[in-house]
């Protein structure tokens, strides 16, 4: 059962451009909704994060959208950088629970 | 904010072994998680700590697993009797409250049964 789905495994973008990392989920109990980068060989690093009571929230170059009505969230990084080459993971929680990850998106900043 | 440390960085067992993973917090918190990803796979959750006590676990958490706080600091993942399908990558994470949480994770053990 994938409650959260990544579609893309792979995104190429160039350097200076936007990169969108889309999310989509299926449980409406989800009430937050975070975003998470990955190396090879290290844990996954916290990003940015977005409560359901919002749309939008930003940090600098990343923005996350969230549109409760299409369960569906987007990761906006702008402008990407050679070092935004990562997997992207989304990830989904209700209350307590713990969180439900989505399979990734792998992202390559080409210079 | 300060994540955990994790020991060892690298394991490889022999099938049928116990091995320990162990997860060391930076500072005082009171929920801890333990996750797993196995290679070309997403992260999947195993275990949720609070405040001493197992507060949730998914199905893949069976008799094989365990976890404890042995001295209150160290959070430790024990599996008892190792399989080949239990090479992954174990993260462990800290949260910071339990309700609509960030959590924020170590850089991983990666396990490898043969």
């Known amino acids: 059962d994938q409650q959260v789905k990544q579609n893309s495994p792979s995104l190429s973008v160039q350097e200076g451009r936007i990169s969108i990392l889309n999310c989509d989920y299926t449980?409406?109990?989800?009430?937050?909704f975070l975003w998470y980068k990955k190396y090879p060989a290290e844990g996954p690093t916290f990003l940015i994060s977005?409560?359901?009571?919002?749309d939008k929230n930003e940090d600098g170059r990343f923005t996350v959208f969230l549109n409760k009505s299409a369960k569906h969230l987007s990761l906006h990084i702008v402008p990407s950088q050679p070092g935004d080459s990562a997997v992207y993971f989304c990830?989904?929680?209700?209350?307590?629970?713990?969180?439900?990850f989505g399979k990734g998106t792998r992202l390559s900043v080409i210079a | 904010e300060p994540e955990v440390t994790q020991t060892p960085s690298h394991q490889v067992t022999q099938m049928g072994q116990e091995v320990i993973l162990r997860c060391v917090p930076i500072?005082?918190?009171?929920?801890f998680y333990w996750y797993r990803q196995i290679l070309g796979q997403k992260v999947e959750f195993l275990v949720s700590f609070y405040n001493n006590e197992i507060s949730e676990k998914s199905e893949i958490f069976d008799d094989q697993f365990s976890v404890e706080r042995p001295d209150g600091s160290n959070f430790t993942l024990k599996i008892r009797s190792t399989k080949l399908e239990d090479s992954a990558m174990y993260f462990c994470?800290?949260?910071?409250?339990?309700?609509?949480?960030?959590?924020?994770f170590g850089p991983g053990t990666r396990l490898l049964v043969l």
């Open positions: 500072s005082n918190h009171l929920y």
């Open positions: 994470a800290r949260g910071t409250s339990g309700n609509q949480e960030t959590q924020y």
């Open positions: 977005i409560s359901s009571i919002k």
């Open positions: 990830a989904a929680s209700s209350g307590n629970t713990p969180l439900v």
């Open positions: 449980n409406s109990m989800f009430d937050y």
